[in-house]
Structure formats: C-alpha cells, structure tokens
C-alpha cells in the first residue's frame, strides 16, 4: 500500500497516531489488571470452594457422631442434615 508522503507528515495525523497509541496503551494496562484481578477472584473462590468441602465434611462427622450417641438426638441429626 503507498501512502503519500503528505499524508505521513501531517502533524494532525501525528498527533492522532499518537492519540491512538497513547489509548491503546492504556487500554492494554487496564486489561491487564483485570486479568490479574480475575486471577485473584479464581484464587479465593478455589479456596472458599474448598473451605466449604471442609465444613461439609464435619458437618457430616458431626452428624454421625450424634446418631451414634442417643436416639433423641436423632431429631438434631435430621435438622442439621436439613441444612445441609
């Protein structure tokens, strides 16, 4: 492609190249914040995740342990199974 050399020298196109450049450039830093902010949220959500599946799993320990002990603690197992 041939472009004219007064094309090239206009200073209102420089300026504007350097307008697209500049928003470009910035535009590329505020995308790569978000992505590390996004790592961020996949971080603490694997881990919330996994909090979760630790509280699930003495939750049903618990659980366990109670209707082992007395039949009237069955009613107790069954509201925390419940909210389970």
Do not use: G, H
């Amino acid at each position: 492609m041939f472009v004219k050399k007064e094309v090239t020298k206009n200073p209102e196109m420089e300026a504007f190249k350097s307008e697209v450049r500049c928003e470009m450039s910035t535009q590329k830093i505020k995308l790569q914040q978000l992505a590390e902010k996004q790592e961020v949220m996949y971080e603490k959500q694997e881990a919330m995740c996994a909090k979760q599946e630790e509280m699930s799993a003495d939750l049903k320990a618990t659980l366990s342990l109670l209707q082992n002990r007395n039949p009237w603690d069955f009613y107790v197992c069954a509201l925390l199974s419940f909210m389970l």
